[in-house]
Every structure is written in C-alpha cells, then in structure tokens.
C-alpha cells in the first residue's frame, strides 16, 4: 500500500504539471487572438512554473530515507532569555511549515525558558517526504536583532542548533542491543492531567554504543514526556533511539561512498547555516546564498525557497 501511494502521489505530480502546461499553451494561444490579457498569461505561467518546480524538488529525493518521517530537535545555544526565546521561534516556524504542507506534528519532549522561550523541544513529523525536506535544517541558526530583553536596546546575536534525522517506521531494521540500554523515569511537568503530574510517566533513555561514524564509545540520551503511559513514552523513546541510530549508519555510508567537488562548502551539524537579521529585514542561507527580505513570512513557515535551494545545490 505504501508503494501504491507513493506511485499514485508521483502519477498525480505528473498530471498537475501536465494540466498547468497546457492550460498556460491555451492561455498563450487565446491571448493570440485577443480573448484574454496578458495579465492571465502571466498568471497562468506562474502557476505552471510552480507545479513543475514542485515536482522538480520532489525528483531531488531519491534516497531511502527521505521519503520517512522526521525528527527535528531544537536546542537553545548560550545568551540566556535572548537565546531561549529563539529557540521558541524556529519551533513555531516548523509549526507554521508543517501546516502548509499537511504533515503531522507531535511534540514528544518541550523544556521551557527560564523567564521566556523554551530550552529544546523535540518533535515527530509524520507525512511524505518530510525528511528529505527538512534535512535542509540542519545546523545553526542565527539571529540578529535588538533585542525586547536587553533594557539598553542593543542589537544581540543569539544562536540556536537545529537537529534533524529520518524518523524509522517497522519497515526498517535497527537493532539495539538490550544490556546497553537504561532508563529513568520522573515525573512530568506541565500541563496534562492529575496522571502526568503525580505519577512518573516521564522517561530519559541511555543507550551505550560504538559510533559507526567515529568507531568511540558513544552514548544517546532521549527524554519523552508526551505520553500519560510510561509505556506509551519508553516506545517513543525506542522509536526515536533507532531514528537516531539509523541517521548516523547513514552518516558512515554517506561518508564512505560521498566524492565531494572542489568549492563546495562542506555540511556538518554543528556549522552555521542560515541568518536570520531583522532589522535589515535578510534572511539568508550561507551554503546556497539564497536569501529573502520577506522575513516575516519566513517565521511564519515560508522555508521553501531555501528548502529548493539546498537540494538543487547538495542532491547528495
């Protein structure tokens, strides 16, 4: 059924684009005989011009897992109040994307600031291609702006990292050894109930293992508070394990097969990849040099043009 749904969804693609073409040939041939203005010409363009770059954008995701799930987990970097309140920021603005594209989000785990804004959240994104979308965010995030808690008005620089790997379904294999996993549990804050208050349902996963990517001891640390059941939280939390687990034999694959070219900015987790300056009113990429003065829309979930960017610059 997955596979029918994946060929119907790329059927579908095919005759969007074909249906805006040819109504854009209609338009240039009614336009020719003076039926329509040039104004509908122009319209019609724009609209077949999307459907093809749509579908364009689509046809860049070709590997395993981009077509999963993922999962995107924000962190606050150092500067207090300042740095916790951008965090909340970009988590509203993948709020805001995951609407227009239809995709369900799930908060499995949300620290709140200290006076404003929130430490990290991590959160599950269910819907096609959401990975393949969203590794585009991987990295640091940077903020510049004059800042509503610095009583001197001065213009502050804040950063937030931004991590995001493929959420695994029962279709793929992970396997996790049981004498190198263990957990805690503790009690839930927030809202949610009497329940998640005065029983323990929170739960902090540690998984000990060899990094494929560095062949060091490494370890996993994964909380989830979501569920009112510690048993629903201890699932999540596997889930999430393997999700994590999954993305770093992707890392070692993709770093044992990868011929990178000459010029190109390398990737990494931990880089600085996208500012965000408000009072210029530029939000820019630093891998693509794509960037935008709309910055309102931009925290308000409109990422596509750097999504596009991205994959037409690094299809690997």
Same mark, same amino acid.
């Given at each position: 059924?997955?596979?029918?749904?994946?060929?119907?969804?790329?059927?579908?693609?095919?005759?969007?684009?074909?249906? /805006?073409?040819?109504?854009?040939?209609?338009?240039?041939?009614?336009?020719?005989?003076?039926?329509?203005?040039?104004?509908?010409?122009?319209?019609?363009?724009?609209? /077949?011009?999307?459907?093809?770059?749509?579908?364009?954008?689509?046809?860049?995701?070709?590997?395993?897992?981009?077509?999963?799930?993922?999962?995107?987990?924000?962190?606050?970097?150092?500067?207090?109040?300042?740095?916790?309140?951008?965090?909340?920021?970009?988590?509203?603005?993948?709020?805001?994307?995951?609407?227009?594209?239809?995709?369900?989000?799930?908060?499995?785990?949300?620290?709140?600031?200290?006076?404003?804004?929130?430490?990290?959240?991590?959160?599950?994104?269910?819907?096609?291609?959401?990975?393949?979308?969203?590794?585009?965010?991987?990295?640091?995030?940077?903020?510049?702006?004059?800042?509503?808690?610095?009583?001197?008005?001065?213009?502050?620089?804040?950063?937030?990292?931004?991590?995001?790997?493929?959420?695994?379904?029962?279709?793929?294999?992970?396997?996790?050894?049981?004498?190198?996993?263990?957990?805690?549990?503790?009690?839930?804050?927030?809202?949610?109930?009497?329940?998640?208050?005065?029983?323990?349902?929170?739960?902090?996963?540690?998984?000990?293992?060899?990094?494929?990517?560095?062949?060091?001891?490494?370890?996993?640390?994964?909380?989830?508070?979501?569920?009112?059941?510690?048993?629903?939280?201890?699932?999540?939390?596997?889930?999430?394990?393997?999700?994590?687990?999954?993305?770093?034999?992707?890392?070692?694959?993709?770093?044992?097969?990868?011929?990178?070219?000459?010029?190109?900015?390398?990737?990494?987790?931990?880089?600085?990849?996208?500012?965000?300056?408000?009072?210029?009113?530029?939000?820019?990429?630093?891998?693509?040099?794509?960037?935008?003065?709309?910055?309102?829309?931009?925290?308000?979930?409109?990422?596509?043009?750097?999504?596009?960017?991205?994959?037409?610059?690094?299809?690997?």
């Amino acid at each position: 059924m997955r596979k029918v749904k994946e060929l119907k969804n790329w059927v579908e693609g095919y005759n969007d684009v074909k249906t /805006a073409t040819d109504e854009l040939q209609l338009a240039y041939d009614f336009h020719k005989e003076e039926v329509i203005s040039e104004e509908e010409i122009d319209m019609a363009y724009r609209h /077949a011009l999307a459907a093809v770059e749509t579908l364009e954008m689509k046809n860049m995701l070709s590997h395993e897992e981009d077509k999963m799930g993922a999962v995107i987990k924000i962190v606050a970097g150092a500067g207090g109040t300042e740095a916790q309140d951008w965090a909340e920021m970009l988590f509203r603005m993948y709020q805001r994307w995951c609407e227009r594209q239809g995709y369900k989000l799930e908060v499995t785990n949300l620290q709140d600031g200290d006076e404003a804004g929130i430490k990290t959240v991590t959160m599950q994104i269910e819907g096609e291609m959401a990975y393949g979308y969203l590794k585009s965010e991987n990295g640091v995030h940077r903020l510049v702006r004059v800042s509503p808690f610095n009583a001197q008005g001065k213009r502050m620089t804040s950063f937030t990292s931004v991590y995001v790997v493929p959420l695994v379904d029962d279709s793929i294999e992970i396997e996790i050894n049981p004498a190198n996993l263990s957990w805690d549990t503790f009690r839930s804050s927030g809202a949610g109930g009497q329940n998640v208050n005065k029983v323990e349902t929170g739960v902090r996963l540690h998984y000990k293992f060899i990094n494929p990517v560095t062949n060091q001891p490494d370890e996993i640390v994964i909380e989830n508070t979501e569920s009112r059941s510690q048993f629903g939280n201890k699932d999540n939390a596997l889930r999430m394990c393997k999700s994590q687990l999954y993305e770093l034999e992707l890392e070692k694959r993709r770093a044992e097969t990868a011929k990178v070219e000459a010029g190109k900015k390398k990737i990494e987790w931990g880089s600085q990849i996208r500012s965000y300056v408000f009072d210029d009113r530029r939000v820019k990429d630093h891998r693509t040099n794509y960037q935008t003065s709309n910055v309102g829309a931009v925290m308000d979930g409109d990422i596509d043009g750097f999504i596009k960017a991205f994959l037409m610059e690094f299809p690997d």
